[in-house]
Structures are given as C-alpha cells and as structure tokens.
Antibody, heavy 115, light 112 residues
Framework: QGQLVQSGAEVKKPGASVKVSCKAS????????IHWLRQAPGQRPEWMGW????????KYSQRFQGRVTITRDSPATTVYMELRSLRSEDTSVYYC????????WGQGTTVIVSS | EIVMTQTPLSSPVALGQPASISCRSS???????????FSWLHQRPGQPPRLLIY???NRFSGVPDRFSGSGAGTDFTLKISRVEAEDVGVYYC?????????FGQGTKLEIK
C-alpha cells in the first residue's frame, strides 16, 4: 500500500509562505492521487486539495483557492504543497494522504505561524 | 458542502463491551457511479488518522474484524464488537463522494 514521508516542522511569520513535501514510496506513484489536508489542535481534519500524480491536474478547496498550490515531481515521487500569505489561523498539522479514499497518510508536518 | 454530524461526541466504554458511533450526512452520499464513498477513520493522540472502513462497510487492510460499518443514504454506523485498550482515540466519519471532502466532528472513545 505504500508509505508517505513528509518534511519537518516549520515556523513562519505572518505573510510568509510555506512549502511542505510528501515523499511517496512502495507503490506506483503516478497511479494514485495525493491529497492535502490540515488539522488544527482539537479539530477535525480539513481537506485542502488534491493532485493527480499521473497528469498533474489539481483541484483546490474554495476556502484555499488562490493561496495554495500543489505540485509534483514524478521522478522524485514527491508532492509539494505551498500555502502563501500565512496567518495565525493557518497554524496546524498538515497531512498528505494517498488515493481517492485517503488510505495512507503521511506522519504530518506541524506549521506554526507566529510573529 | 456536505455536512457530516456524529453522535455521540464522547463514548466511555468498558473493556470487552461493544461500542457504536453514528454519523449523518446532510446529503445522500451515492456517487454517480452508484457507489457510496463513506469512510471511518481512527486517530490516536499525536498520530495521523488511519483508515478503518471504506465504502460504508469494507474493512481496510489490517483492520480487525471487531470493527464493522453499516448504513445507507445519509445514515451510517460504526460498531466495535468488543472494545480493546488500543481502540481509544478519536473516530471520524468522512465522505469522499463530493469535493470538498468533509469530516464529522469526531467521537472520542475512552475506557470506562
């Protein structure tokens, strides 16, 4: 079923950008979508968007439209999520997850936005 | 956006006893392909969510058979036949029929 390994924790100032990576292994990378979600402390997960790892087509939640970009590097079997114009409310754990059913999740990346 | 509502929000259960969690969606979750893309996930503190059940009643790889899912349309249920210590944590229902994917608010299972 594979494994997803994410990049390490980040601390950013308001207004900055963050780019989180998700390295896939153990399955055919281009066969499955990769989704990005985030989860604030004590809250339910929130879906941000996804990328078709095969052809690069993306779709984003309206809530993040214009602020988020998801890209992939197929030879490196890695997907990236960039979130811009950060504000304190973006402090969360960010997850990548595999496939339409989110069957495998990365370990999570903590992003703290603080002045 | 489809709203997912879980009950109860907290469930104290004795070891070896059954547990049940309900989830209701604001719209029917039947996709145009005829399938219902409704899932249950489990999250332990400090860990990512883990898929338990997909398409209402299918256990994901490695999930013990004490977990079962049922339901149709807008009403769904997760049952644990005999709760074990490792089952503590938060359970989320999730719909992946329609974008944006949405989650219930979570049910915290704890040992009584």
């Amino acid at each position: 079923q594979g494994q997803l390994v994410q990049s390490g924790a980040e601390v950013k100032k308001p207004g900055a950008s963050v780019k989180v990576s998700c390295k896939a292994s153990g399955y055919s990378f281009t066969t499955y979508a990769i989704h990005w979600l985030r989860q604030a402390p004590g809250q339910r997960p929130e879906w941000m968007g996804w990328i078709n790892a095969g052809n690069g087509v993306t779709k984003y939640s309206q809530r993040f439209q214009g602020r988020v970009t998801i890209t992939r590097d197929s030879p490196a079997t890695t997907v990236y999520m960039e979130l811009r114009s950060l504000r304190s409310e973006d402090t969360s754990v960010y997850y990548c997850a595999k496939g339409w059913g989110l069957d495998i999740w990365g370990q999570g990346t903590t992003v703290i936005v603080s002045s | 956006e489809i709203v997912m509502t879980q009950t109860p929000l907290s469930s104290p259960v004795a070891l070896g006893q059954p547990a049940s969690i309900s989830c209701r969606s604001s719209q029917r979750l039947v996709h145009s392909d005829g399938k219902t893309y409704f899932s249950w996930l489990h999250q332990r503190p400090g860990q990512p969510p883990r898929l338990l059940i997909y398409e209402i009643s299918n256990r994901f790889s490695g999930v013990p058979d004490r977990f079962s899912g049922s339901g149709a349309g807008t009403d769904f249920t997760l049952k644990i036949s005999r709760v074990e210590a490792e089952d503590v944590g938060v359970y989320y229902c999730m719909q992946v029929t329609q974008f944006p994917y949405t989650f219930g608010q979570g049910t915290k299972l704890e040992i009584k």
